[in-house]
């Protein structure tokens, strides 16, 4: 009989409803068994769509851990400043934790995370579904063959020119620990190092801006935001310079005054050659003293009817996960690698609020 991965869900919003349960709902080595949500209606609901008969909801986090013993897998979908002691709870109590970005609100959180899967042996992972997209995998793939050279420069890019979330606790410093940087940049730079592969920040220097927060008839995505409870920036950049030298310049805003938009977005620059994501993938470089730009054909249509067979990003980074519980092998993100985010992150708004270089020990 195939191993099945009993599962359990704590925190019953957005993102677990939009990606984690119905990713995790598709694949037949999966059993969710236990809803936990500070709203018990959230709970309930979610439960009724996606859970199997004898599921169970929670109201607090620690009973689902404590009761639920064949539970393996814990999906933390909470807001970022309860990421940290809900999985270092969950890992300590013998479950395997996904953890949905960014990987805590603070630095320290995050060692703590670090530390606790170490400690326990349990598996971590982070929830940067960016890397399972068509083109990101086929980059990597590029940067893993040497197809670009020493990429030296690069740019991280999160940009929305007026698409504020309005729901939920976005807007709340307090409970997210920032605005567009620790919610949208988290990916672009996740992308970024990982097609580095460069984990070893040397300086960071960094900017947030709360120019627009304040504005009323915004023409946003999803309708005006409350300019009272807009506790976060509005846009954010940062200019990173690793220890080889190596250069990375990060930008992020919910509302910025710009066309040239775009999210979850690498650009790379190489000794060999250079890459972008800002019409579908393309590289460039010069071959026979000509220079070239060459876009790969990620789809898998062609045919009428017909539109390919490709996982989602959600739905492969859910199996991919699973198959390393089940196979007992590294998880695609690595919390070191998450860790590294976070404290660059981190980083940036520290600089901001200082006016001066972070620099790393």
């Excluded at 191993?3 to 598709?26: D, E, M, T």
């Excluded at 002691?85 to 109590?93: R, Y």
Aim: glycine share 6%; proline share 4%; net charge negative.
């Amino acid at each position: 009989m195939a191993r099945i991965v009993n599962v359990g869900i704590i925190g019953c919003g957005g993102i677990a409803n939009q990606k984690h349960l119905p990713s995790l709902s598709k694949l037949s080595n999966v059993k969710i068994k236990a809803f936990c949500d500070i709203i018990p209606e959230r709970a309930e609901k979610a439960c009724k769509k996606y859970g199997t008969e004898d599921a169970k909801v929670y109201e607090n986090y620690k009973d689902l851990i404590i009761n639920e013993k064949d539970i393996e897998v814990i999906h933390v979908c909470t807001p970022n400043i309860s990421h940290s002691e809900i999985t270092v709870f969950a890992l300590k109590n013998d479950k395997h934790v996904m953890c949905e970005k960014p990987m805590a609100k603070t630095y320290n959180q995050a060692i703590e995370m670090v530390k606790a899967a170490e400690e326990t042996g349990k598996k971590l992972t982070i929830g940067y579904q960016n890397r399972f997209r068509p083109d990101s995998l086929y980059l990597k793939k590029a940067c893993n063959n040497d197809e670009l050279g020493d990429i030296y420069f690069a740019k991280a890019h999160a940009i929305r020119r007026r698409a504020v979330p309005t729901w939920g606790v976005f807007l709340d410093e307090e409970a997210q620990g920032g605005g567009p940087l620790i919610d949208i940049g988290t990916h672009a730079l996740d992308l970024t190092l990982w097609m580095m592969n460069n984990y070893k920040p040397k300086m960071v220097v960094g900017n947030t801006f709360y120019k627009l927060k304040d504005q009323k008839e915004t023409a946003n995505a999803w309708g005006d935001w409350d300019t009272e409870k807009f506790t976060v920036e509005d846009s954010a950049f940062g200019y990173i310079i690793m220890e080889d030298n190596s250069t990375i310049f990060l930008e992020s805003s919910w509302a910025l005054n710009t066309l040239d938009i775009g999210e979850a977005r690498t650009t790379l620059c190489g000794t060999k050659a250079g890459a972008d994501m800002r019409d579908g993938l393309r590289i460039n470089g010069v071959k026979y003293n000509k220079q070239y730009v060459e876009k790969p054909a990620l789809t898998e249509d062609g045919v009428d009817f017909y539109d390919g067979t490709q996982d989602s990003p959600a739905d492969l980074e859910a199996k991919k996960w699973i198959e390393s519980i089940i196979e007992d092998k590294e998880p695609v993100v690595k919390p070191e690698e998450a860790l590294v985010v976070t404290q660059i992150l981190e980083a940036i708004y520290e600089s901001s609020k200082t006016g001066k270089p972070v620099y790393f020990k």
